[in-house]
């Protein structure tokens, strides 16, 4: 590795013939395996070429000459031209319905040249439109990719409000934990005054796979989470609020592979501004003032449409917290205080839902009341 030139470079030593041939893999390939085509292809080694896929491979063979590697052969390996972050900044309100992918730093990686970065752009954990041809993307395998569904034994079809093609992560065949992201570059002090909220339907079937949404407003040196989802079982449509009115910001979609058997699922994505305050949910039990309650209460809640996930504030005053201040709950409506936090006997608690698309103050506070006799009452 040469830092001065910034090139690597494979340089051979005295290579001497065996009395078999073998074959072998030349270049340079991503973290995820073989999913890059950067090796060489042939049989004379003063007359390789540029590998087809990324099964490309040299043979040694048996009777020198140029069957081998002469010595201090080289290859020598520098980066492309690299497209850079861009210049312009998306307006709002943005929409992005992933039908037209552009080429970047690789084919077909980027929604679109003018407002999208995306990273990788090549391999496994790459975003992707969801029907390309796998010979564009550098894919390990093409297992779990079959145009609009992903394998004959786990399908996720692409079925309204989603309409193909949509933006696909391949978690599916990428390595556990790996990440990829899609950076969209936006003006949010745009679109005059309001709450800047960030709404796409998604899709994932099943596994230990994510969807972290985040923004950056240093030039992506940093990140603030504004939430995440998981799976589901149909498509859904999450929302987030976004605190942030700075002009040069990046939102960020990060997905999180599980090498499962699902891949994930983005489309019609939209960041608009609202003056309607978000909906609040409501708590249904235990009711308000409700006596004679268990110190292990189960908590329930209405649903809000396209609330990704719920917290909890319980505390002893209205609106406190301090006995749970902001617990993530996940995106369910009912929730049980676990035996190792039970509540005490003769308190007044004041519990609050919210979910990530509501401002601080929007909230749905109850009060109970568990009596100072030990009586316990399953709700």
Known sequence: MDLNTNTVAIVYGNCVSGTATATGQVGLRGADGTGDVNNRLGTDWTATSVGTANSSSCTLGTTNAATVPASGLTFTYAPGAWLSAPTVYASLPFNEDFSSWANGNSTGDLPNSTYWR?????????????????????YTSTSGWYDNAESTSSVTSIVAPAVAPTARFHSYYANAGLVGNMDLYVNLSS??????????????????????VLYSVDNGVTFTSIGSVTTNSAWTRPSFIINSNASNAIVRLSAT??????????????IVVSTVPP???????PVNNATAQSITPTITWGAVSGA?????????TAGGTDVMNG???GNVTTYTIPAASQLLYGKLYYVTIYHQMQMVQRRDVQRFHLPRKILVVLL
Request: aromatic share 10%; with cysteine; net charge negative.
């Open 279 to 285: 909906p609040c949910t409501t708590v249904s039990a």
């Open 191 to 212: 679109g005059g005054p309001g709450v800047r909220i960030i709404s796409f339907d998604y899709r994932n079937n099943s596994g230990s796979d994510k969807l972290d």
């Open 327 to 329: 617990v993530d709950v």
């Open 308 to 316: 990704a996930s719920y917290k909890i504030n319980l505390g002893t």
């Open 118 to 138: 995306t990273w990788p752009s090549r391999g496994n954990s790459s975003w992707r439109q969801n029907d390309i041809p796998v010979s564009s993307v550098g």
């Open 257 to 270: 592979a599980d090498y499962g058997s699902n891949d994930i699922f983005v489309d019609n994505l939209s």
